[in-house]
């Protein structure tokens, strides 16, 4: 502590006196550059005087009056200015003592030159012919001496500048000796000590499986470990500075960290640090998607001077992994329900069939005939929907299937949906095309595809609806192409529509609809599945390798 203060005393001292030496030399170089702006302003002037006393003779021998009478007030105007500054005594001499008598002979030189103007004077002529060249001499013997006085002014203060600067170096030269050497070797061995557990420090946050961020009493960011910049995808460069909540936690989650839902404060801060909660939000990241974490707080240090830690996970596969298990759990209690309601519907829909037949046969008028083969017909289309979802959700191993049992089991599905939003459909099959795998997990795919453009129908107003899908195949694969008209992907979110979590349906969704189709196209079948924007829609395109 010694130390330090002896070393703040001897640091002030030297840089008051580097301070007034500053101020001596800006104060002596703007002396001189003002003397040097009036001093030249002075020689102009008096050389000005001698072209003036010239010209004046030259334009009364020519009787130019008007000239004569501009001459004759700019020289007298020169002389009052030359006279009003300070002289040294040798002009002083010049201008008022013998043998020169300057100012006396100047104005003797401007009453004559006045009265020819006036008067055509012969004898103001013939003063002002005779003293002409004898006033040249004085005037020009004046402008040299304002020349030497100008110079010999300089000399002193490019001396005093030079003094100046002699002593500058020379304080600057103690300084260094005897103040920022020592100073600057137990910086050097403090700055060595901070390095090591800097190092140590940055280790333990670099190598965390953790995202580990500092923030300041700001909650501006000051550390952001590579983690971090896997998890929310900005580098350490774009976050440094920057207000971490503003950035990475979406406007809507903000009230579980503040009552505000506008912004987080320090006071929010330590009120969640004193409860010592984790919470599970979701954070957002460059490209603007949703990431589930998990995230807890401590803080070090008091006021201006607090440091607060941030510790992050991300939970996007423990998250994804339960949500898939959910709708694994969702598809398998809908197999099990549709099964009980297979079994206690089909006995009572034969029923109701038989008795439409019976009653049929003994009708005679023909329009309650036609009502009733109708009614026949709505059983038979209830019992063979009640048939598709059975086989949708009825688990079956890998076969040698063709794909279009597929497409058209997706279809009969999505069947009322299709008419009740007048959507036209077209089908362009190959028969020769056949695939390895399981066709409900093919027709999951497709039922996903399709809904995802039914949705979009729903909720935009798009003339003539209409879905196209085609199945042709080469030697090795087989390809199923899905185009609608519904207005298409947009491009900023194109390439992430096959990831997790990822949905721009206006309705709630969970978001991995086309991310598990994904996983089923590569995994089950070893196939492809991309997507891309046509000129008023999108287009799936599926490749799957034949058998």
């Given at each position: 502590?010694?130390?330090?203060?002896?070393?703040?005393?001897?640091?002030?001292?030297?840089?008051?006196?580097?301070?007034?030496?500053?101020?001596?030399?800006?104060?002596?170089?703007?002396?001189?550059?003002?003397?040097?702006?009036?001093?030249?302003?002075?020689?102009?002037?008096?050389?000005?005087?001698?072209?003036?006393?010239?010209?004046?003779?030259?334009?009364?021998?020519?009787?130019?009056?008007?000239?004569?009478?501009?001459?004759?007030?700019?020289?007298?105007?020169?002389?009052?200015?030359?006279?009003?500054?300070?002289?040294?005594?040798?002009?002083?001499?010049?201008?008022?003592?013998?043998?020169?008598?300057?100012?006396?002979?100047?104005?003797?030189?401007?009453?004559?030159?006045?009265?020819?103007?006036?008067?055509?004077?012969?004898?103001?002529?013939?003063?002002?012919?005779?003293?002409?060249?004898?006033?040249?001499?004085?005037?020009?013997l004046a402008t040299a001496v304002y020349v030497k006085t100008t110079e010999e002014t300089t000399i002193k203060l490019k001396n005093v500048e030079f003094y100046i600067f002699i002593f500058t170096l020379m304080t600057l030269l103690f300084e260094a000796l005897f103040i920022f050497r020592p100073a600057n070797k137990k910086i050097i061995e403090f700055t060595q000590e901070i390095f090591r557990q800097q190092d140590y420090a940055n280790s333990v946050i670099e190598s965390n499986s953790n995202a580990i961020i500092t923030l300041n009493y700001q909650l501006r960011v000051k550390t952001f470990n590579q983690m971090a910049e896997k998890i929310f995808g900005y580098t350490k460069e774009e976050m440094l500075d920057q207000l971490f909540f503003d950035k990475a936690i979406p406007m809507r989650y903000m009230h579980m960290l503040t009552k505000d839902t506008r912004k987080v404060t320090l006071r929010d801060i330590l009120a969640i640090e004193n409860k010592e909660e984790v919470k599970t939000i979701e954070g957002v990241n460059k490209n603007g998607d949703l990431i589930p974490i998990r995230l807890s707080i401590a803080t070090s240090g008091q006021h201006s001077a607090v440091l607060i830690i941030i510790s992050i996970q991300d939970i996007s596969k423990e998250t994804l992994k339960d949500k898939i298990m959910m709708q694994q759990s969702k598809f398998a209690a809908l197999g099990e329900m549709i099964a009980i309601i297979a079994h206690q519907w089909r006995q009572p829909l034969a029923q109701l069939s038989f008795n439409c037949m019976y009653i049929r046969n003994k009708l005679k008028d023909p329009d309650l005939i036609e009502e009733t083969a109708k009614n026949e017909e709505i059983i038979q289309f209830m019992s063979e929907t009640i048939t598709n979802f059975e086989n949708f959700y009825k688990h079956t191993d890998s076969t040698v299937f063709s794909p279009n049992v597929s497409i058209v089991q997706a279809l009969n599905l999505l069947d009322s949906s299709i008419r009740q939003n007048v959507i036209h459909v077209t089908k362009n099959f190959s028969n020769e095309s056949s695939v390895y795998g399981n066709s409900n997990s093919l027709a999951q795919v497709i039922l996903s595809i399709l809904q995802n453009s039914i949705d979009i129908f729903k909720n935009l107003p798009i003339e003539n609806p209409h879905i196209d899908i085609t199945l042709t195949c080469d030697e090795k694969d087989v390809f199923i192409s899905i185009t609608d008209n519904a207005g298409g992907i947009q491009e900023a979110h194109i390439g992430d529509i096959f990831k997790p979590f990822h949905s721009n349906k206006i309705k709630p969704s969970t978001g991995i609809g086309l991310y598990m189709s994904k996983l089923i196209i590569e995994n089950q079948f070893h196939g492809l599945i991309d997507a891309y924007n046509h000129e008023n829609g999108a287009t799936f395109s599926i490749q799957l390798p034949k058998k």
């Open positions: 502590m010694t130390q330090t203060i002896s070393f703040t005393r001897r640091y002030i001292v030297a840089l008051l006196i580097i301070a007034c030496l500053s101020v001596l030399a800006f104060y002596n170089m703007s002396h001189l550059i003002s003397n040097q702006s009036n001093d030249g302003k002075i020689i102009n002037l008096s050389s000005k005087q001698g072209m003036l006393s010239q010209q004046i003779a030259l334009f009364a021998i020519y009787y130019k009056t008007e000239n004569l009478r501009t001459n004759i007030a700019a020289m007298e105007e020169a002389h009052q200015l030359l006279i009003s500054f300070p002289m040294t005594d040798e002009l002083k001499k010049i201008y008022f003592d013998e043998p020169y008598k300057l100012d006396k002979n100047v104005q003797a030189y401007l009453f004559h030159a006045k009265r020819f103007e006036e008067n055509r004077d012969g004898r103001s002529l013939t003063y002002i012919l005779q003293n002409a060249q004898k006033l040249l001499e004085a005037l020009d």
